[in-house]
Each structure stands twice: as C-alpha cells, then as structure tokens.
C-alpha cells in the first residue's frame, strides 16, 4: 500500500527538539457515541492513549521490519539498495472511549530499532475515523499536535531504560489538560517505503512470576525468577521515596554467587549489562521499562524499590501443544525449547537470542520455524516474518541476507539463505498454504541464481560481500570441522529438491528439467569432492557429514551404515546446529529410533542431559555452555518428538494435514509418551505406554482430516474422536 491509500493526509511528525522518548498530543472533537477508529504507526515504537486511558495492552508495536533504505552505522554501507522496505501500522477500535466534546489522543514514543540501527529519528503518524449518524469524521495527524519530554532519559534496545520521575506529567493525555506550556511538533517526510496494517501478534505481558530473594546485602538484594525468560522486573516504590533504584540482569549466578554477566556480554563492560534506572519522586508507583525486554533469569534491585513481579513478556502467541514422556530428559527438552522459542519472540520476529543480539537471523529461524509451526500457534507471525526473509533478498543479486530484517552480521549462504525457500515450504507443508509459494517463487529462483554464481566447481563456495563469513554448520562443540562447501552445497541440493516439488504443486513443470540438472551437477561435485570410495563416509564422517549426504541421497550403502557405527559407539553428538537436526531426523526416519532416542537422552558430556543437570531452564547457544543461555537452534529436533515418537506426521505427498498418519516410534528405553499439536482441523493426541502385554495407544483426531494409525503391521482407519488400540508385544 502506498502511503495515502493507508494514510490519507495524514502528515508524519516528530518533536521539534532531540527527544527520543516525547509525548505527543492530539486534540479532537467528537459527540462521544460515534464508531472509531485509528490507524497509527510510531517509528521505533509507540503506545496510544485515549483521553488518558491506554489502548491497548501490545507491547512494542510496530512490529520490526526494514523500514527504509538507509546506511547501517557498523560500516556506513547500504549493502544493497534494492531490498524491499515495509512499514507496518496498527489498527485500534476507540469506541468508548470517547466523550462528547473534546477529546485527545496521547501518544508515546520510543527510539527502538529504529534508532538503534540509525534509520532516522522518532516520528508518527495516525488517520482517525469518527462514524455516527450523518456525522462522519477524519482527523489526522499534523503540525498542530504537541509535544513535550518524557520521564524516558533513554531507552537502548539490549540494555535498558532511564526514567526520571521528577520529569513526570501527571495527566498528559487527559483532555483537560493545559499543554499550552508544550511547543509544536515538526511535520517530517514519510518514510520511502511500502505501508501495512499489522496483522501479526504484537509482544504482551503473558504472565507474570513471583520472584524469590536469594541475598539482602549492603543494599543490595538479588533475585531468582526460577526461570530463564524474557521480560522484565516490575517494582514498587513507596511514598516517599527519593533517590535512585537500579535493577540488574543476568542469566546465571557467578562462583561469588552474584550476577554473571558472560553469557552476553564482556563483564568488564559495564556499558553492555542489562540496566534499568529509575530516578525516584517521591511518589509510590511501579517502576517497569517500557519499550524493551531483558533476557535473564537473576536480577539485582538496589534503592528504595522491592519487586512486585516479575513479567513475562513475548509476542501473544499460543501454546497449542503438550508433551510429557517416561523421560525426564524429554520432557525437560520440550519444556526448555517452548520457554526459549517464545523468549526468542519479538516484534514480529524469531531472534537468535533475547539478551545478546535480538536479531532474526535466517539460520535460526528456518532451523526452528517447522518445530515453532508445530508446537505454537504461529501461522501470522511467520507470515510476517516470511516478508521480512523477502525484504532482505536483494533484488538485483538475489543475495538473501543473514538476517532478516537485515542488520550487519554473520552467517552463510546454505543454512542462512536458503531460508527464503525452506521458511515458505514450511509453511506450506504445515498450513496447506499454497499462495505463499507462489508468492515467494520468484524470489526463490533469484536465490538458486545467487548460489549458481557463487559456486566454484559447482560447490557452493562463497557469499557476499567478497569477504564476508560464508559458513556451513555453526556451533560444533568443537572447532568447526565439517567444510562449508560441503554443507553449503547441501543446502543448495535440497533446495533444489524442494523446488521440483513445489514447480509441480504450481503447475510449472518445465521449471523441473532445469532444477533436476543442477541438482545432478552439485550430486557430483560433492560426491568427487568429498566422498572416499574405500569407506563410504564423506568428508571422514566428521561432524555429521554422512547424515548430510545420506538426507539427499549420496553415498552407498555403507554411508548410513557408517553414521550409525559412529553415533552407537560415541553415545552423543559431536554435531552443529544443522547436523543435529539432520542426524536426529534421518536416524527416526529410518527405523533407528531407539538410536536417536539414545542420543537425544544421551548422559555423556555433549548432551541435553548435561546442560539439564546444570540447572538451565532454556537451551544453549553452544553445547559446552559459552555465551549466551537461551538459544532456540538446537531444540529444532523437539519436533521428532511429536513426528516420531507420538508418531502425529503427513505422507509425505501431504500439506496441511488433510491426510494424517499416527505411526508410533517405541524405541528402547522409553516406557511411555503423550501429546497433542494443533493442526488446522483442529486437536491431535496421542499416548502411548509399554505394557507386559504390548503397547495400548490412546488416539484422538478431529473431523475433517483422513487419519491412519500404522504400528508394526497394524494398520487401522481412524475416525474422529476417540479410538483404544492394543498393540501386540
């Protein structure tokens, strides 16, 4: 949408003076009874007020896009000129909230991303809509409106806010109130950029924790929330109380038992720990930043402030799946996954971390996207972020960024970029959603065109810029062994694969021949690069490399023989964020379940295990505990546990479960399963438990959906409800 299709006149504006957290005030008249609405935007972020009262509980609107070309201030290079740029706006209902006569509309904002990757400056933007018997309305914004500072000194975007109270306005957006005092906004340009309503979850405040005091020290007092999160401490201050109250966040406790700040952040750099400050009034109130989130499970309170509690907050998505086990590894894996995807969950996108970077980056994000479809109820939020994946490919390349939306940093051009076929296929596969791949075609043959070019012997071998990362798998618990080439051109092969399957579902089967020749060709250049003929293995079996090749079909018999050898013998995974998910899957896949079961409850050193036994409550960037504390990546294989363990999966012909296949794993070792996911018929559960005399299966599928349930060689038509099988020992 162009700017005046979603707009009107509105005009954007923006404090007249440096300010990057003002109020703004808007005056109207209106009868009181009349329908109204507003569609508003404020970049970085803002919250809407209506004669004093607030509008909306959404936290961090608008969601984070590119929201226009600009240079970044790492290096003061636009990248590339012709991404996409979007932004987006919300849409309220007012009615009843208005009054007859004068009513005003206060609005704050906040710096956000936008300002913290040097866009430009706050500004807003809002078209009201009055409608009434024969007295239709339109306001908008303009340079009437006024504007004066905040108690908000600062608000920084991974490290906190500064609230001076004495700077408070009691009433600022009251209609009574006398902002004479205030000066004029400036009216700005509107953004270059394309214009959305949101339509995905905006951040809330979930639920809320009661923190525990561990230590009361020197003034000092610090707190578990019992859980790794992302949100925030919410104090309460007393009548009366004057001076400077700070809280502090981290996800562990050092060996002094205070605050350890090194899983994000270097503990010399006081600048970079998780802080907000609160200059105190006099005045009891609750003290809570407004426009952030932290990621920690400890904090410290120091002044005169006590926590009330602690808030949860995360994009207002639902939980719509269970899973408990005879495994009290399982069920910690399941758990410890949920609670780090949604703290990984942010204004419209699925982060990398919630207290390092924030960023949604593109290896992260179609690692997890299947396993977050499957437990979460997330189809608006990955649509959302499937624009973001589109905005950041460049249009005369067709280089698909790191991130999305894009920021400096790190990754590579297989398990990064082909994000922009692997997220949409997804989607596809899990919705029925066929518009998405034809949407996103185009920019899908543009990407294969990018890694073509960046080939060397037909092995995908590097990325843009020239002397950017051009990484394959990341985080091994060793040094990265496994060559990027060769997991770079993986992706690519798959990629390929994946394009001949959704060239049929369009009906564009001359685009097939081409996708199947250079899929031949990389076959090749892998199998001559990489493959011994005296053992089978690839690339020495390192890291995974076999259950690579396996996946898309290289190799002899021996390969897979050889990835299971290794993987019974070693008792654990010695694989990156990619490998592990590949060798989980290709192990269920074909028939060595209790294999995988082993590794995925494995007690040796590089496990889920080990990282449960220290007390984590979320998942790991890196097996062996380095940086950051709540990493999604790695809990991408707890989608296995409901595909294969509870056995709730498609043909593969299939999307959007319209054709349902219920077919139990029981591997050795695990005595009982239960579960349910949502599937867009409606619920599906399925438990299971071992028995002297065979498996009994409790199974339940809605309408609307062909089920089969298969185990062993039983195989039964399902119909919706309820069904008791007894399986044979």
Same mark, same amino acid.
């Given at each position: 949408?162009?700017?005046?299709?979603?707009?009107?006149?509105?005009?954007?504006?923006?404090?007249?003076?440096?300010?990057?957290?003002?109020?703004?005030?808007?005056?109207?008249?209106?009868?009181?009874?009349?329908?109204?609405?507003?569609?508003?935007?404020?970049?970085?972020?803002?919250?809407?007020?209506?004669?004093?009262?607030?509008? *909306?509980?959404?936290?961090?609107?608008?969601?984070?896009?590119?929201?226009?070309?600009?240079?970044?201030?790492?290096?003061?290079?636009?990248?590339?000129?012709?991404?996409?740029?979007?932004?987006?706006? +919300?849409?309220?209902?007012?009615?009843?909230?208005?009054?007859?006569?004068?009513?005003?509309?206060?609005?704050?904002?906040?710096?956000? %991303?936008?300002?913290?990757?040097?866009?430009? =400056?706050?500004?807003?933007?809002?078209?009201?809509?009055?409608? !009434?018997?024969?007295?239709? $309305?339109?306001?908008?914004?303009?340079?009437?409106?006024?504007?004066?500072?905040?108690?908000?000194?600062?608000?920084? +975007?991974?490290?906190?806010?500064?609230?001076?109270? $004495?700077?408070?306005?009691?009433?600022?957006?009251?209609?009574?109130?006398?902002?004479?005092?205030?000066?004029?906004?400036?009216?700005?340009?509107?953004? /270059?950029?394309?214009?959305?309503?949101?339509?995905?979850? $905006? #951040?809330?405040?979930?639920?809320?924790?009661?923190?525990?005091?561990?230590?009361?020290?020197?003034?000092?007092?610090?707190?578990?929330?019992?859980?790794?999160?992302?949100?925030?401490?919410?104090?309460?201050?007393?009548?009366?109380?004057?001076?400077?109250? $700070?809280?502090?966040?981290?996800?562990?406790?050092?060996?002094?038992?205070?605050? #350890?700040?090194?899983?994000?952040?270097?503990?010399?750099?006081?600048?970079?720990?998780?802080?907000?400050?609160?200059?105190?009034?006099?005045?009891?109130?609750?003290?809570?930043?407004?426009?952030?989130?932290?990621?920690?499970?400890?904090?410290?309170?120091?002044?005169?402030?006590?926590?009330?509690?602690?808030?949860?907050?995360?994009?207002?998505?639902? &939980?719509?799946?269970?899973?408990?086990?005879? *495994?009290?590894?399982?069920?910690?894996?399941?758990?410890?996954?949920?609670?780090?995807?949604?703290?990984? +969950?942010?204004?419209?996108?699925?982060?990398?971390?919630?207290?390092?970077?924030?960023?949604?980056?593109?290896?992260?994000?179609?690692?997890?996207? /299947? =396993?977050?479809?499957?437990?979460?109820?997330?189809?608006?939020?990955?649509?959302? %972020?499937?624009?973001?994946?589109?905005?950041?490919?460049?249009?005369?390349? !067709?280089?698909?960024?790191?991130?999305?939306?894009?920021?400096?940093?790190?990754?590579?051009?297989?398990?990064?970029?082909?994000?922009?076929?692997?997220?949409?296929?997804?989607?596809?596969?899990?919705?029925?959603?066929?518009?998405?791949?034809?949407?996103?075609?185009?920019?899908?043959?543009?990407?294969?065109?990018?890694?073509?070019?960046?080939?060397?012997?037909?092995?995908?071998?590097?990325?843009?810029?020239?002397?950017?990362?051009?990484?394959?798998?990341?985080?091994?618990?060793?040094?990265?062994?496994?060559?990027?080439?060769?997991?770079?051109?993986?992706?690519? &092969?798959?990629?390929?694969?994946?394009?001949?399957?959704?060239?049929?579902?369009?009906?564009?089967?001359?685009?097939?021949?081409?996708?199947?020749?250079?899929?031949?060709?990389?076959?090749?250049?892998?199998?001559?690069?990489?493959?011994?003929?005296?053992?089978?293995?690839?690339?020495?079996?390192?890291?995974?490399?076999?259950?690579?090749?396996?996946?898309?079909?290289?190799?002899?018999?021996?390969?897979?023989?050889?990835?299971?050898?290794?993987?019974?013998?070693? !008792?654990?995974? #010695?694989?990156?964020?990619?490998?592990?998910?590949?060798?989980?899957?290709?192990?269920?896949?074909?028939?060595?379940?209790?294999?995988?079961?082993?590794?995925?409850?494995?007690?040796?050193?590089? *496990?889920?295990?080990?990282?449960? +036994?220290?007390?984590?409550?979320?998942?790991?960037?890196?097996?062996?505990?380095?940086?950051?504390?709540?990493? @999604?990546?790695?809990?991408?294989?707890?989608?296995?546990?409901?595909?294969?363990?509870?056995?709730?999966?498609?043909?593969?012909?299939?999307?959007?479960? !319209?054709?349902?296949?219920?077919?139990?794993?029981?591997?050795?070792?695990?005595?009982?399963?239960?579960?349910?996911?949502?599937?867009?018929?409606?619920?599906?559960? &399925?438990? %299971?438990?071992?028995?002297?005399?065979? @498996?009994?299966?409790?199974?339940?599928?809605?309408?609307?959906?062909?089920?089969?349930?298969?185990?062993?060689?039983?195989?039964?038509?399902?119909?919706?409800?309820?069904?008791?099988?007894?399986?044979?020992?």
């Amino acid at each position: 949408m162009t700017h005046a299709e979603l707009f009107g006149n509105a005009r954007w504006v923006s404090p007249s003076a440096p300010c990057s957290q003002p109020y703004l005030r808007s005056a109207f008249t209106a009868f009181g009874d009349e329908d109204a609405e507003i569609i508003i935007t404020g970049l970085g972020f803002f919250t809407l007020y209506c004669n004093g009262k607030r509008v *909306s509980p959404d936290l961090l609107t608008p969601a984070w896009t590119d929201y226009e070309p600009h240079r970044f201030p790492e290096d003061g290079a636009l990248s590339c000129e012709t991404r996409g740029h979007r932004v987006l706006a +919300m849409r309220y209902r007012l009615t009843g909230l208005l009054r007859p006569g004068k009513n005003v509309l206060g609005i704050l904002l906040a710096s956000g %991303w936008y300002e913290y990757f040097q866009y430009g =400056t706050v500004k807003a933007c809002f078209r009201l809509t009055l409608t !009434g018997e024969g007295r239709d $309305a339109l306001f908008f914004s303009g340079g009437e409106m006024r504007w004066a500072p905040s108690p908000i000194l600062q608000s920084q +975007m991974l490290k906190g806010e500064v609230h001076d109270y $004495a700077l408070e306005i009691p009433g600022w957006a009251d209609p009574d109130f006398d902002d004479s005092a205030w000066a004029a906004v400036r009216e700005v340009p509107a953004p /270059e950029s394309s214009f959305y309503i949101q339509e995905c979850p $905006a #951040d809330r405040a979930v639920r809320c924790i009661e923190p525990r005091l561990l230590r009361d020290e020197g003034g000092r007092r610090l707190y578990d929330a019992g859980e790794n999160i992302a949100g925030y401490a919410v104090l309460c201050c007393p009548e009366g109380a004057s001076g400077e109250a $700070a809280v502090f966040y981290a996800e562990e406790l050092g060996q002094d038992g205070w605050l #350890d700040f090194g899983t994000y952040c270097d503990e010399m750099d006081v600048d970079s720990r998780q802080q907000d400050r609160y200059l105190l009034d006099g005045k009891a109130r609750e003290l809570f930043p407004r426009f952030l989130w932290h990621g920690f499970r400890y904090f410290t309170v120091s002044g005169n402030a006590l926590p009330a509690r602690v808030a949860v907050a995360n994009a207002n998505v639902a &939980v719509t799946s269970s899973f408990t086990s005879s *495994s009290p590894d399982l069920n910690w894996l399941y758990d410890a996954y949920i609670r780090t995807q949604l703290a990984n +969950m942010h204004a419209g996108i699925p982060s990398d971390c919630p207290q390092r970077e924030g960023q949604g980056y593109t290896g992260d994000g179609q690692l997890t996207c /299947e =396993t977050a479809m499957t437990t979460l109820d997330a189809r608006a939020f990955y649509e959302k %972020w499937m624009e973001d994946i589109s905005d950041c490919q460049c249009r005369e390349t !067709g280089h698909v960024q790191n991130t999305a939306p894009y920021t400096p940093c790190g990754g590579g051009p297989g398990g990064w970029g082909c994000a922009i076929i692997a997220v949409p296929y997804a989607f596809y596969r899990h919705y029925g959603d066929a518009s998405v791949l034809r949407r996103y075609y185009p920019q899908m043959r543009r990407y294969l065109d990018y890694l073509e070019s960046h080939s060397d012997d037909d092995l995908v071998t590097r990325d843009d810029p020239p002397d950017a990362w051009c990484l394959g798998d990341w985080c091994t618990p060793d040094e990265i062994a496994i060559p990027a080439p060769f997991v770079n051109t993986y992706f690519y &092969v798959k990629s390929l694969l994946r394009m001949q399957e959704i060239a049929r579902i369009l009906g564009r089967p001359e685009d097939i021949p081409g996708y199947r020749a250079r899929e031949e060709k990389k076959r090749a250049a892998l199998v001559r690069a990489y493959f011994d003929p005296d053992t089978g293995s690839f690339a020495g079996g390192i890291q995974g490399a076999d259950a690579f090749a396996a996946d898309i079909g290289l190799g002899d018999g021996r390969t897979f023989r050889n990835l299971v050898a290794k993987y019974q013998a070693s !008792g654990m995974y #010695d694989t990156g964020i990619f490998g592990t998910d590949i060798l989980t899957r290709l192990l269920f896949e074909r028939g060595r379940a209790s294999l995988a079961y082993r590794l995925l409850t494995s007690r040796k050193e590089i *496990s889920f295990h080990t990282i449960r +036994m220290k007390g984590a409550t979320t998942l790991w960037e890196y097996w062996t505990g380095q940086a950051s504390h709540s990493h @999604p990546m790695f809990g991408a294989v707890v989608r296995y546990l409901f595909q294969y363990l509870l056995g709730i999966r498609q043909p593969a012909d299939g999307a959007g479960f !319209g054709r349902l296949l219920i077919a139990p794993a029981l591997p050795d070792g695990l005595d009982s399963a239960s579960g349910c996911v949502a599937i867009p018929q409606g619920k599906v559960s &399925v438990s %299971w438990v071992k028995t002297a005399d065979g @498996p009994v299966f409790q199974l339940e599928v809605p309408a609307g959906v062909r089920a089969e349930f298969r185990y062993g060689k039983e195989v039964l038509p399902l119909r919706p409800g309820r069904t008791e099988v007894f399986g044979r020992p």
